[in-house]
Protein backbone atom coordinates (compact mmCIF):
# COMPACT_ATOMS: atom_id res chain seq x y z
CA UNK A 1 0.00 0.00 0.00
CA UNK A 2 1.57 2.98 -1.34
CA UNK A 3 -0.76 5.51 -0.73
CA UNK A 4 -0.31 8.77 1.59
CA UNK A 5 -3.58 9.48 2.68
CA UNK A 6 -3.86 13.03 4.66
CA UNK A 7 -6.97 13.13 6.76
CA UNK A 8 -8.07 16.43 8.04
CA UNK A 9 -8.26 15.54 11.82
CA UNK A 10 -10.76 17.39 13.42
CA UNK A 11 -9.50 17.42 17.03
CA UNK A 12 -6.02 18.49 16.36
CA UNK A 13 -7.46 21.38 13.57
CA UNK A 14 -4.90 19.78 11.08
CA UNK A 15 -4.08 17.45 7.91
CA UNK A 16 -2.64 14.62 9.20
CA UNK A 17 -0.91 11.58 7.26
CA UNK A 18 -2.77 8.92 7.94
CA UNK A 19 -1.19 5.68 10.05
CA UNK A 20 -4.39 2.92 11.30
CA UNK A 21 -3.57 1.43 14.60
CA UNK A 22 -3.20 -2.00 12.91
CA UNK A 23 -0.95 -1.76 9.65
CA UNK A 24 -4.06 -3.15 6.53
CA UNK A 25 -7.07 -2.80 9.00
CA UNK A 26 -9.05 0.27 9.51
CA UNK A 27 -11.88 0.97 12.31
CA UNK A 28 -14.80 3.24 11.52
CA UNK A 29 -17.38 4.76 13.58
CA UNK A 30 -20.02 6.72 12.53
CA UNK A 31 -23.21 8.32 14.62
CA UNK A 32 -26.17 7.25 12.64
CA UNK A 33 -29.67 7.92 12.42
CA UNK A 34 -31.97 8.71 14.71
CA UNK A 35 -35.00 6.85 13.51
CA UNK A 36 -38.11 9.19 14.46
CA UNK A 37 -38.68 10.64 11.21
CA UNK A 38 -37.48 10.12 7.59
CA UNK A 39 -34.11 11.07 6.82
CA UNK A 40 -33.95 14.55 4.86
CA UNK A 41 -31.29 15.13 2.03
CA UNK A 42 -28.79 16.99 4.71
CA UNK A 43 -28.49 13.93 6.38
CA UNK A 44 -27.96 12.25 3.20
CA UNK A 45 -24.91 14.26 2.86
CA UNK A 46 -23.55 13.35 5.98
CA UNK A 47 -23.51 9.34 5.07
CA UNK A 48 -22.74 10.24 1.84
CA UNK A 49 -19.27 11.37 3.03
CA UNK A 50 -18.62 8.17 4.76
CA UNK A 51 -19.83 6.44 2.16
CA UNK A 52 -16.37 8.16 0.15
CA UNK A 53 -14.25 7.23 3.02
CA UNK A 54 -14.90 3.68 3.66
CA UNK A 55 -15.52 3.10 -0.53
CA UNK A 56 -11.90 4.85 -0.67
CA UNK A 57 -10.22 2.99 2.26
CA UNK A 58 -11.23 -0.35 0.76
CA UNK A 59 -10.70 0.76 -2.81
CA UNK A 60 -6.63 1.31 -1.64
CA UNK A 61 -6.84 -2.00 0.28
CA UNK A 62 -7.19 -1.39 3.79
CA UNK A 63 -9.73 -4.57 5.21
CA UNK A 64 -12.47 -1.74 7.51
CA UNK A 65 -14.56 -2.65 9.78
CA UNK A 66 -17.31 -0.03 9.65
CA UNK A 67 -19.99 0.48 12.45
CA UNK A 68 -22.74 2.49 11.99
CA UNK A 69 -25.16 2.16 14.67
CA UNK A 70 -29.04 3.25 14.51
CA UNK A 71 -29.89 5.61 17.69
CA UNK A 72 -33.55 4.05 18.89
CA UNK A 73 -33.68 5.20 22.52
CA UNK A 74 -32.12 8.07 24.27
CA UNK A 75 -31.93 11.31 22.10
CA UNK A 76 -34.30 13.62 23.72
CA UNK A 77 -35.75 16.75 22.02
CA UNK A 78 -33.85 19.01 23.56
CA UNK A 79 -30.52 17.27 22.01
CA UNK A 80 -29.40 17.47 25.60
CA UNK A 81 -30.70 15.96 28.84
CA UNK A 82 -33.87 18.07 28.57
CA UNK A 83 -37.66 17.23 26.58
CA UNK A 84 -38.84 13.76 25.41
CA UNK A 85 -37.44 10.97 23.82
CA UNK A 86 -37.68 11.83 20.18
CA UNK A 87 -39.32 8.02 19.38
CA UNK A 88 -41.60 8.03 22.22
CA UNK A 89 -42.80 11.16 21.25
CA UNK A 90 -43.56 10.34 18.06
CA UNK A 91 -44.95 6.49 18.94
CA UNK A 92 -47.65 8.48 21.26
CA UNK A 93 -48.22 11.14 18.41
CA UNK A 94 -48.61 8.06 15.60
CA UNK A 95 -50.48 5.66 18.03
CA UNK A 96 -48.07 3.01 17.65
CA UNK A 97 -45.13 0.94 20.22
CA UNK A 98 -41.84 2.82 20.08
CA UNK A 99 -40.68 -0.24 18.13
CA UNK A 100 -42.59 0.25 15.11
CA UNK A 101 -41.60 3.68 14.67
CA UNK A 102 -38.07 2.47 15.13
CA UNK A 103 -38.61 -0.17 12.13
CA UNK A 104 -40.80 1.88 10.15
CA UNK A 105 -37.71 4.72 9.48
CA UNK A 106 -34.93 2.15 10.13
CA UNK A 107 -36.60 0.90 6.57
CA UNK A 108 -37.26 4.31 5.50
CA UNK A 109 -33.28 4.81 5.68
CA UNK A 110 -32.11 1.76 4.24
CA UNK A 111 -34.41 2.56 1.18
CA UNK A 112 -32.76 5.69 1.13
CA UNK A 113 -29.42 4.46 1.37
CA UNK A 114 -29.59 2.43 -1.28
CA UNK A 115 -30.67 4.66 -3.85
CA UNK A 116 -28.35 6.90 -2.97
CA UNK A 117 -25.52 3.75 -3.60
CA UNK A 118 -24.29 4.33 0.18
CA UNK A 119 -22.84 1.06 1.04
CA UNK A 120 -24.19 -0.88 4.06
CA UNK A 121 -21.85 -0.83 7.25
CA UNK A 122 -20.19 -4.25 8.32
CA UNK A 123 -22.16 -3.72 11.47
CA UNK A 124 -25.13 -1.19 12.41
CA UNK A 125 -25.80 -2.06 16.00
CA UNK A 126 -28.71 -0.01 17.82
CA UNK A 127 -28.87 1.37 21.48
CA UNK A 128 -31.78 -0.59 22.37
CA UNK A 129 -29.63 -3.81 21.95
CA UNK A 130 -26.77 -2.63 24.38
CA UNK A 131 -28.40 -1.79 27.30
CA UNK A 132 -26.07 -4.03 29.37
CA UNK A 133 -23.10 -2.50 27.96
CA UNK A 134 -24.00 1.11 28.23
CA UNK A 135 -25.26 0.04 32.69
CA UNK A 136 -21.43 -1.51 32.50
CA UNK A 137 -19.61 1.23 30.97
CA UNK A 138 -21.62 3.65 33.22
CA UNK A 139 -20.87 1.60 36.00
CA UNK A 140 -16.85 1.65 35.10
CA UNK A 141 -17.25 5.65 34.70
CA UNK A 142 -18.73 5.70 38.88
CA UNK A 143 -15.89 3.50 39.69
CA UNK A 144 -13.62 5.83 38.57
CA UNK A 145 -14.80 8.38 39.92
CA UNK A 146 -16.15 10.53 37.12
CA UNK A 147 -19.66 10.34 37.80
CA UNK A 148 -22.38 9.86 40.55
CA UNK A 149 -25.93 9.14 41.25
CA UNK A 150 -28.64 11.50 41.95
CA UNK A 151 -32.02 10.91 42.48
CA UNK A 152 -32.50 7.46 40.24
CA UNK A 153 -30.27 9.15 37.34
CA UNK A 154 -26.08 9.23 36.45
CA UNK A 155 -24.64 12.28 35.81
CA UNK A 156 -21.08 12.91 34.41
CA UNK A 157 -18.88 15.00 36.21
CA UNK A 158 -17.35 16.88 34.46
CA UNK A 159 -15.69 19.12 36.71
CA UNK A 160 -14.10 16.02 38.24
CA UNK A 161 -13.28 14.85 34.92
CA UNK A 162 -11.57 17.92 33.93
CA UNK A 163 -9.13 18.01 37.16
CA UNK A 164 -7.66 14.52 35.49
CA UNK A 165 -8.20 14.89 31.91
CA UNK A 166 -8.88 17.38 29.01
CA UNK A 167 -12.08 18.47 28.67
CA UNK A 168 -13.44 20.38 25.63
CA UNK A 169 -10.43 20.25 22.98
CA UNK A 170 -12.63 18.39 19.98
CA UNK A 171 -15.21 21.59 19.93
CA UNK A 172 -12.41 24.14 21.41
CA UNK A 173 -14.75 24.82 24.36
CA UNK A 174 -13.22 26.22 27.63
CA UNK A 175 -15.05 25.30 30.88
CA UNK A 176 -15.49 28.20 32.45
CA UNK A 177 -17.18 29.93 29.41
CA UNK A 178 -19.75 26.96 29.21
CA UNK A 179 -21.10 28.05 32.49
CA UNK A 180 -21.78 31.23 31.12
CA UNK A 181 -23.75 29.46 28.66
CA UNK A 182 -25.93 27.18 29.96
CA UNK A 183 -29.63 27.60 30.29
CA UNK A 184 -31.58 26.61 33.50
CA UNK A 185 -33.01 23.35 32.33
CA UNK A 186 -35.37 20.83 33.56
CA UNK A 187 -33.78 17.87 36.17
CA UNK A 188 -30.40 20.56 36.28
CA UNK A 189 -31.25 20.45 40.70
CA UNK A 190 -30.53 16.73 39.83
CA UNK A 191 -27.46 17.89 39.00
CA UNK A 192 -24.21 18.63 40.52
CA UNK A 193 -22.84 21.11 38.42
CA UNK A 194 -24.56 22.42 35.34
CA UNK A 195 -22.07 21.36 32.81
CA UNK A 196 -22.63 17.73 34.03
CA UNK A 197 -24.38 15.30 31.46
CA UNK A 198 -26.92 12.25 31.80
CA UNK A 199 -25.50 8.72 31.17
CA UNK A 200 -28.59 7.06 32.79
CA UNK A 201 -32.31 8.99 32.74
CA UNK A 202 -34.71 7.75 35.63
CA UNK A 203 -37.77 6.98 33.83
CA UNK A 204 -41.13 8.03 35.27
CA UNK A 205 -44.80 5.36 35.03
CA UNK A 206 -45.69 7.00 31.96
CA UNK A 207 -41.93 6.78 29.95
CA UNK A 208 -42.49 4.25 27.21
CA UNK A 209 -38.58 2.85 26.65
CA UNK A 210 -37.40 1.80 30.01
CA UNK A 211 -34.85 -0.87 31.54
CA UNK A 212 -33.97 -1.85 35.06
CA UNK A 213 -30.51 -0.78 35.81
CA UNK A 214 -28.87 -0.41 39.37
CA UNK A 215 -30.38 3.04 40.02
CA UNK A 216 -33.83 1.69 38.99
CA UNK A 217 -36.00 1.80 36.46
CA UNK A 218 -35.16 4.11 33.56
CA UNK A 219 -33.23 4.84 30.16
CA UNK A 220 -29.67 5.68 28.79
CA UNK A 221 -28.53 9.11 27.72
CA UNK A 222 -27.87 9.73 24.06
CA UNK A 223 -23.92 10.11 24.18
CA UNK A 224 -23.23 6.67 26.07
CA UNK A 225 -24.64 4.26 23.39
CA UNK A 226 -21.68 5.62 20.79
CA UNK A 227 -18.95 5.27 23.30
CA UNK A 228 -20.09 1.78 24.24
CA UNK A 229 -20.94 0.53 20.87
CA UNK A 230 -17.52 1.54 19.08
CA UNK A 231 -15.76 0.63 21.99
CA UNK A 232 -17.36 -3.15 21.40
CA UNK A 233 -17.18 -3.35 17.84
CA UNK A 234 -13.58 -1.37 17.47
CA UNK A 235 -12.20 -1.77 20.41
CA UNK A 236 -10.45 0.70 23.31
CA UNK A 237 -8.88 3.09 20.54
CA UNK A 238 -9.71 3.41 17.13
CA UNK A 239 -9.29 4.88 14.08
CA UNK A 240 -11.58 7.00 12.58
CA UNK A 241 -15.02 8.40 14.02
CA UNK A 242 -17.04 10.29 11.97
CA UNK A 243 -20.33 12.44 12.17
CA UNK A 244 -21.98 15.65 11.24
CA UNK A 245 -20.24 19.05 11.91
CA UNK A 246 -22.97 19.78 14.06
CA UNK A 247 -22.31 16.70 16.15
CA UNK A 248 -18.74 17.96 17.42
CA UNK A 249 -20.75 18.90 21.06
CA UNK A 250 -22.37 18.15 22.86
CA UNK A 251 -22.45 14.40 21.44
CA UNK A 252 -18.55 13.78 20.92
CA UNK A 253 -16.87 15.81 23.22
CA UNK A 254 -18.82 13.55 25.65
CA UNK A 255 -18.04 10.71 24.18
CA UNK A 256 -15.04 11.23 24.37
CA UNK A 257 -14.77 12.28 28.43
CA UNK A 258 -16.86 8.75 28.54
CA UNK A 259 -15.14 6.89 26.95
CA UNK A 260 -11.76 8.18 29.06
CA UNK A 261 -13.61 8.34 32.09
CA UNK A 262 -14.41 4.19 31.64
CA UNK A 263 -10.91 3.19 29.90
CA UNK A 264 -8.44 5.42 30.47
CA UNK A 265 -7.77 5.74 27.13
CA UNK A 266 -8.07 7.93 24.18
CA UNK A 267 -10.58 6.39 21.71
CA UNK A 268 -10.22 7.72 18.19
CA UNK A 269 -7.24 8.62 16.93
CA UNK A 270 -8.85 10.68 13.61
CA UNK A 271 -11.91 12.32 13.98
CA UNK A 272 -13.71 13.55 10.32
CA UNK A 273 -16.79 15.98 10.32
CA UNK A 274 -18.47 16.21 7.49
CA UNK A 275 -20.08 19.93 7.19
CA UNK A 276 -23.65 21.20 6.34
CA UNK A 277 -25.54 21.16 3.37
CA UNK A 278 -27.65 24.44 3.43
CA UNK A 279 -30.33 26.58 1.98
CA UNK A 280 -29.79 30.06 1.35
CA UNK A 281 -27.14 29.55 3.87
CA UNK A 282 -29.61 27.99 6.80
CA UNK A 283 -28.18 24.47 7.86
CA UNK A 284 -30.87 22.02 6.30
CA UNK A 285 -33.37 20.68 9.15
CA UNK A 286 -36.59 19.38 10.03
CA UNK A 287 -36.97 21.89 12.43
CA UNK A 288 -36.30 24.67 9.79
CA UNK A 289 -39.16 23.10 7.64
CA UNK A 290 -36.31 23.62 4.72
CA UNK A 291 -35.41 20.09 4.18
CA UNK A 292 -36.78 17.68 1.70
CA UNK A 293 -37.09 13.75 1.61
CA UNK A 294 -35.69 11.90 -1.47
CA UNK A 295 -38.74 11.46 -2.57
CA UNK A 296 -39.63 15.11 -3.21
CA UNK A 297 -36.05 15.21 -4.58
CA UNK A 298 -37.06 12.84 -7.64
CA UNK A 299 -40.66 14.53 -7.95
CA UNK A 300 -39.49 17.77 -7.99
CA UNK A 301 -42.48 18.18 -5.39
CA UNK A 302 -41.31 20.30 -3.20
CA UNK A 303 -41.53 24.40 -2.99
CA UNK A 304 -37.39 24.98 -3.70
CA UNK A 305 -37.35 22.35 -6.07
CA UNK A 306 -37.79 23.65 -9.64
CA UNK A 307 -37.89 19.94 -11.21
CA UNK A 308 -37.32 16.84 -10.10
CA UNK A 309 -33.51 15.46 -9.92
CA UNK A 310 -32.50 11.62 -10.27
CA UNK A 311 -30.55 10.30 -6.96
CA UNK A 312 -27.12 10.00 -8.80
CA UNK A 313 -27.24 14.04 -10.20
CA UNK A 314 -27.02 14.61 -6.42
CA UNK A 315 -24.69 12.10 -5.47
CA UNK A 316 -22.90 14.17 -8.09
CA UNK A 317 -23.52 17.46 -6.91
CA UNK A 318 -22.60 16.24 -3.58
CA UNK A 319 -19.22 15.16 -4.85
CA UNK A 320 -18.80 18.93 -6.39
CA UNK A 321 -18.00 20.29 -3.02
CA UNK A 322 -15.70 19.08 -0.57
CA UNK A 323 -16.88 17.21 2.41
CA UNK A 324 -15.77 19.75 5.28
CA UNK A 325 -17.18 22.77 3.21
CA UNK A 326 -20.85 23.59 3.28
CA UNK A 327 -22.52 22.90 0.37
CA UNK A 328 -25.78 25.21 -0.60
CA UNK A 329 -28.61 23.96 -2.03
CA UNK A 330 -29.44 25.50 -5.45
CA UNK A 331 -31.52 24.57 -8.74
CA UNK A 332 -28.90 25.95 -10.33
CA UNK A 333 -26.15 24.01 -9.30
CA UNK A 334 -28.19 20.76 -9.40
CA UNK A 335 -29.00 21.56 -12.85
CA UNK A 336 -25.21 22.02 -13.31
CA UNK A 337 -24.37 18.49 -11.54
CA UNK A 338 -26.97 17.08 -14.20
CA UNK A 339 -25.30 18.53 -17.16
CA UNK A 340 -21.96 17.43 -15.81
CA UNK A 341 -22.88 14.32 -14.97
CA UNK A 342 -24.32 13.63 -18.46
CA UNK A 343 -21.56 14.59 -20.35
CA UNK A 344 -19.29 12.33 -17.80
CA UNK A 345 -21.58 9.69 -18.66
CA UNK A 346 -21.49 10.29 -22.70
CA UNK A 347 -17.60 10.47 -22.65
CA UNK A 348 -17.17 7.40 -20.48
CA UNK A 349 -19.46 5.30 -23.59
CA UNK A 350 -17.23 6.25 -26.17
CA UNK A 351 -14.31 4.39 -24.67
CA UNK A 352 -14.53 1.55 -26.02
CA UNK A 353 -14.74 2.85 -29.54
CA UNK A 354 -11.32 5.09 -29.11
CA UNK A 355 -9.26 4.89 -32.29
CA UNK A 356 -5.96 3.61 -30.54
CA UNK A 357 -2.57 4.70 -32.51
CA UNK A 358 1.23 3.59 -31.68
CA UNK A 359 2.07 7.44 -30.33
CA UNK A 360 0.50 8.59 -27.35
CA UNK A 361 0.09 12.56 -27.15
CA UNK A 362 -1.36 12.57 -23.31
CA UNK A 363 0.10 11.37 -20.28
CA UNK A 364 -2.89 8.93 -19.10
CA UNK A 365 -0.41 7.78 -16.17
CA UNK A 366 0.23 10.99 -14.95
CA UNK A 367 -3.59 12.05 -15.05
CA UNK A 368 -4.72 9.09 -13.42
CA UNK A 369 -1.58 9.37 -10.59
CA UNK A 370 -3.32 12.68 -9.96
CA UNK A 371 -7.03 11.46 -9.70
CA UNK A 372 -5.13 9.42 -6.40
CA UNK A 373 -3.24 12.20 -5.12
CA UNK A 374 -6.45 14.38 -4.96
CA UNK A 375 -8.52 11.51 -3.04
CA UNK A 376 -5.26 11.30 -0.71
CA UNK A 377 -5.59 15.07 -0.07
CA UNK A 378 -8.22 14.72 2.33
CA UNK A 379 -10.69 13.22 0.21
CA UNK A 380 -10.89 15.96 -2.24
CA UNK A 381 -13.35 15.16 -4.86
CA UNK A 382 -13.97 18.67 -6.48
CA UNK A 383 -10.63 18.01 -7.67
CA UNK A 384 -10.75 14.18 -8.79
CA UNK A 385 -14.14 15.37 -10.85
CA UNK A 386 -12.06 18.24 -12.57
CA UNK A 387 -9.63 15.66 -12.96
CA UNK A 388 -12.17 13.22 -14.91
CA UNK A 389 -13.52 16.21 -16.45
CA UNK A 390 -10.02 17.04 -17.95
CA UNK A 391 -10.17 12.98 -18.90
CA UNK A 392 -13.74 14.05 -20.82
CA UNK A 393 -11.66 16.30 -22.92
CA UNK A 394 -9.21 13.85 -24.08
CA UNK A 395 -11.58 11.15 -24.68
CA UNK A 396 -13.72 13.67 -26.88
CA UNK A 397 -10.26 14.87 -28.56
CA UNK A 398 -9.40 11.01 -29.39
CA UNK A 399 -12.85 10.54 -30.70
CA UNK A 400 -12.61 13.39 -33.22
CA UNK A 401 -9.00 12.70 -33.56
CA UNK A 402 -7.14 15.68 -32.75
CA UNK A 403 -5.61 13.95 -29.74
CA UNK A 404 -3.32 10.29 -30.02
CA UNK A 405 -4.04 7.55 -27.68
CA UNK A 406 -1.93 4.74 -27.60
CA UNK A 407 -3.92 1.34 -26.57
CA UNK A 408 -2.18 1.51 -23.22
CA UNK A 409 -3.46 5.12 -22.57
CA UNK A 410 -7.08 3.93 -23.57
CA UNK A 411 -6.85 1.47 -21.14
CA UNK A 412 -5.49 3.63 -18.30
CA UNK A 413 -8.82 5.94 -19.32
CA UNK A 414 -11.24 2.81 -18.79
CA UNK A 415 -9.51 1.09 -15.68
CA UNK A 416 -9.57 5.14 -14.09
CA UNK A 417 -13.15 5.58 -14.71
CA UNK A 418 -14.14 2.26 -13.30
CA UNK A 419 -11.74 3.39 -10.41
CA UNK A 420 -12.94 6.58 -9.60
CA UNK A 421 -16.40 7.37 -11.14
CA UNK A 422 -18.05 3.66 -10.37
CA UNK A 423 -15.95 2.00 -7.23
CA UNK A 424 -14.56 4.93 -5.25
CA UNK A 425 -17.55 7.84 -5.78
CA UNK A 426 -19.94 5.56 -6.38
CA UNK A 427 -21.13 6.52 -9.28
CA UNK A 428 -23.69 4.73 -11.69
CA UNK A 429 -24.12 5.32 -14.70
CA UNK A 430 -27.67 6.85 -16.54
CA UNK A 431 -28.97 3.73 -17.98
CA UNK A 432 -29.08 1.21 -15.51
CA UNK A 433 -31.45 -0.84 -17.54
CA UNK A 434 -33.50 -3.19 -16.29
CA UNK A 435 -30.87 -5.74 -14.51
CA UNK A 436 -29.40 -3.00 -12.72
CA UNK A 437 -29.72 -3.76 -8.96
CA UNK A 438 -29.86 0.05 -8.25
CA UNK A 439 -32.78 0.53 -10.37
CA UNK A 440 -34.40 -2.26 -9.09
CA UNK A 441 -34.73 -1.20 -5.83
CA UNK A 442 -35.25 2.42 -6.69
CA UNK A 443 -38.23 1.05 -8.83
CA UNK A 444 -39.31 -0.80 -5.99
CA UNK A 445 -38.82 2.10 -3.59
CA UNK A 446 -40.74 4.82 -5.91
CA UNK A 447 -43.50 2.25 -6.35
CA UNK A 448 -43.63 1.39 -3.17
CA UNK A 449 -44.44 5.50 -2.27
CA UNK A 450 -47.06 5.59 -4.90
CA UNK A 451 -49.26 2.85 -3.57
CA UNK A 452 -48.63 4.59 -0.50
CA UNK A 453 -49.71 7.70 -1.98
CA UNK A 454 -52.86 6.28 -3.90
CA UNK A 455 -53.88 4.25 -0.27
CA UNK A 456 -53.97 8.00 1.04
CA UNK A 457 -55.89 9.50 -1.78
CA UNK A 458 -53.07 11.47 -2.53
CA UNK A 459 -53.98 11.25 -6.57
CA UNK A 460 -51.46 14.13 -7.02
CA UNK A 461 -48.43 12.73 -5.94
CA UNK A 462 -49.57 9.37 -7.78
CA UNK A 463 -49.76 11.03 -10.73
CA UNK A 464 -47.10 12.84 -10.30
CA UNK A 465 -44.41 9.73 -9.50
CA UNK A 466 -46.15 8.14 -12.91
CA UNK A 467 -45.33 11.24 -15.65
CA UNK A 468 -41.53 11.12 -13.77
CA UNK A 469 -41.13 8.10 -14.62
CA UNK A 470 -42.57 8.09 -17.95
CA UNK A 471 -40.88 11.15 -18.92
CA UNK A 472 -37.44 9.08 -17.94
CA UNK A 473 -39.20 6.53 -20.41
CA UNK A 474 -40.35 4.00 -18.12
CA UNK A 475 -43.79 3.01 -18.24
CA UNK A 476 -45.88 1.14 -14.97
CA UNK A 477 -48.73 -0.58 -15.32
CA UNK A 478 -51.39 -1.26 -12.40
CA UNK A 479 -52.98 -4.92 -12.48
CA UNK A 480 -54.32 -7.33 -9.69
CA UNK A 481 -51.41 -8.49 -8.87
CA UNK A 482 -49.27 -4.74 -8.50
CA UNK A 483 -47.75 -2.81 -10.09
CA UNK A 484 -44.76 -4.01 -13.33
CA UNK A 485 -42.72 -1.25 -14.92
CA UNK A 486 -40.37 -1.32 -18.66
CA UNK A 487 -37.92 0.73 -19.61
CA UNK A 488 -37.80 1.62 -22.58
CA UNK A 489 -35.12 3.99 -23.03
P1 LIG B 1 -29.67 12.84 13.26
O1 LIG B 1 -30.57 11.74 12.80
O2 LIG B 1 -30.36 14.13 13.48
O3 LIG B 1 -28.84 12.44 14.47
O4 LIG B 1 -28.66 13.14 12.06
C1 LIG B 1 -27.98 12.14 11.37
C2 LIG B 1 -26.72 12.71 10.74
O5 LIG B 1 -27.04 13.72 9.77
C3 LIG B 1 -25.78 13.38 11.74
O6 LIG B 1 -24.44 12.97 11.48
C4 LIG B 1 -25.95 14.86 11.48
O7 LIG B 1 -24.76 15.56 11.75
C5 LIG B 1 -26.23 14.86 9.98
N1 LIG B 1 -26.94 16.07 9.51
C6 LIG B 1 -28.06 16.65 10.01
N2 LIG B 1 -28.42 17.75 9.29
C7 LIG B 1 -27.50 17.88 8.30
C8 LIG B 1 -27.30 18.82 7.23
N3 LIG B 1 -28.12 19.85 7.01
N4 LIG B 1 -26.23 18.62 6.41
C9 LIG B 1 -25.38 17.58 6.60
N5 LIG B 1 -25.52 16.67 7.59
C10 LIG B 1 -26.56 16.80 8.44
ZN1 LIG C 1 -22.85 9.10 18.06
Known amino acids: MEQKLHIYNSINRQKELFEPITPGHVGLYVCGPTVYSDVHLGNVR ?115 F ?20 TRDLDGQDEKRDSLDFALWKKADDSHLMKWNSPWGIGFPGWHIECSVMSTKYLGKSFDIHGGGMDLKFPHHECEIAQNVGATGHEPVRYWMHGNML ?51 FS ?27 ATSAYDTQKWRNECFEAMNDDFNTPIVLSHLFEGVRVINSAKEGSIQLTQ ?40 N ?14 DKLRDALASIQIQIKDSKEGT ?5 G
Open 331 to 357: NEALQAAEKGYKRMCAAMKLIPQLPAS
Open 484 to 488: TWTYE
Open 162 to 181: SEKYPYGKLSGRVIDDLYTN
Open 46 to 160: TFMTFDLVYRYLSFIGYKVRYVRNITDVGHLTGDSDDGEDKIAKKAKLENLEPMEVVQKYTNGFHDVMRIFNILNPSIEPTATAHIIEQIEMIQAIIANGFAYESNGSVYFDVRK
Open 408 to 447: NDIATLKLTFEDFFFTVMGLSSEEGGENSKLSASLMEMIL
Open 278 to 328: TVNGRKMAKSEGNGFTPEELITGNHKLLDKGYSPMTVRFFFLMGHYASTLD
Open 449 to 462: MRTEAKANKDFATS
